[in-house]
């Protein structure tokens, strides 16, 4: 069975601009969560979508924003991105919104210059 | 405000010996407590996890960790390292609440080096 994806593997953006990440659960998962990692840190909890709708956020700004689609993938924009936002960014799912059994995608390396 | 402190940034273990990895929480009842590795590059990797119960779990990889209540520490072992556990580890808690949200707080991780 195919894991946790997530695209692009890297990508490098400017300050300003704006960025989405994309997320495709584990076949039967219905809960995504998005992960901040930066440099020599533990991950960062963001968003966690369960059947589409917001079950938590983070402490991130406003410019930080997700969705999650009929098929359960999700994607995490950024905008306005910021220096401070270079991290990698981990995809997480799991069978159900109160489940910790959390599966992680590869992740994204962002890079902002 | 809940937090995860692993003490130690860095360990070097010759391969064979043994290894313990610190993990201490903070939060006011008990938390669902987990370890993950990271290998460079890539994503984290489940290795064990506690909820309930015996307090000694058993992961993969040979890994096992004990649940101290009255220490609030979650410490991973294994009894003798080899040269591919050499990555990062994270310890995390999972905070029970309702409404189907499953916030994962994670530790700064310690890098596990491993001598031949």
């Known amino acids: 069975d195919a894991g946790v994806t997530q695209s692009p593997t890297h990508l490098i953006k400017t300050r300003g601009q704006q960025v989405t990440l994309r997320c495709s659960p584990i076949?039967?998962?219905?809960?995504v969560s998005w992960y901040q990692q930066v440099l020599g840190q533990g991950p960062q909890f963001i968003f966690q979508y369960y059947e589409k709708e917001e079950r938590g956020r983070g402490n991130f700004p406003d410019r930080f924003s997700a969705r999650q689609f009929p098929n359960y993938s999700s994607e995490l924009n950024v905008n306005a991105l910021l220096l401070g936002d270079s991290a990698l960014y981990l995809c997480?799912?799991?069978?159900?919104?109160?489940?910790?059994?959390?599966?992680f995608g590869p992740g994204t390396r962002l890079t902002v210059t | 405000a809940q937090s995860v402190t692993q003490p130690d940034i860095h360990i070097t273990v010759s391969e064979g010996a043994s290894l313990e990895l610190r993990c201490n929480y903070s939060y006011g009842a008990t938390p669902y407590l987990f370890w993950y590795v990271q290998s460079p590059g890539q994503g984290l990797q489940l290795l064990l996890k506690y909820f309930s119960g015996d307090t000694l779990v058993q992961g993969i990889k040979g890994f096992e960790a004990e649940f101290k209540r009255s220490q609030s520490s979650f410490n991973l072992r294994k009894p003798s390292v080899h040269w591919s556990d050499a990555a990062e580890y994270f310890c995390a808690v999972g905070l029970p609440r309702a409404g189907g949200y499953n916030k994962l707080i994670f530790g700064a991780g310690t890098r596990l080096a491993v001598h031949p």
């Open positions: 997480a799912s799991s069978l159900q919104g109160a489940s910790y059994e959390q599966y």
């Open positions: 076949s039967g998962h219905k809960s």
